[in-house]
């Protein structure tokens, strides 16, 4: 995890001195598939505010089914969001970065939002959106990239 954040450290110290392309180097380490790791967002959902342990001993075959189901693909250019055989994908541009997260600027028509990216732990991440808390609590594991 430390050279982690030291790689992500000099990236960032590249993109400040380089500028231009040099600040996408900080949204690579989050390029390729990623899919819903089931039981930790199950887990970390017991944090949200909207948690109700009273009707929470078992989730619903369905949630787990339809979770198992999402999917994002981050490139050097969008992020494509599945959801069986539902695509989207949403354009975006680097906005900052620091040796914790990378955010940016997803577009969608006339809509913008930013995604912030942040490790939860080797090979597992979340993101945050400005206009949204539907997220807040997945934890997406990688599976290729």
């Avoid at 790689?7 to 380490?29: F, H, K």
């Avoid at 390729?32 to 619903?60: C, F, H, M, Q």
Wanted: proline share 3%; hydrophobic share 40%; with cysteine.
């Amino acid at each position: 995890m430390k050279l982690r954040v030291l790689i992500l450290i000099n990236v960032v110290l590249l993109a400040w001195s380089c500028g231009g392309e040099a600040t996408d180097l900080a949204m690579a380490e989050f390029i390729g598939g990623w899919e819903v790791d089931l039981d930790r967002t199950i887990e970390r959902a017991k944090d949200s505010p909207k948690y109700d342990a009273a009707n929470a001993e078992d989730v619903p075959e369905t949630i787990r089914k339809l979770m198992s189901m999402m999917k994002i693909e981050i490139s050097e250019t969008e992020i494509v969001y599945l959801r069986g055989a539902k695509k989207q994908a949403l354009p975006y541009e680097f906005k900052s970065a620091d040796p914790n997260s990378v955010t940016v600027t997803v577009h969608n028509g006339d809509e913008q939002a930013n995604l912030v990216f942040s490790w939860v732990d080797e090979g597992r991440m979340n993101f945050k959106s400005s206009v949204s808390d539907d997220m807040n609590y997945y934890v997406w594991l990688r599976t290729e990239g």
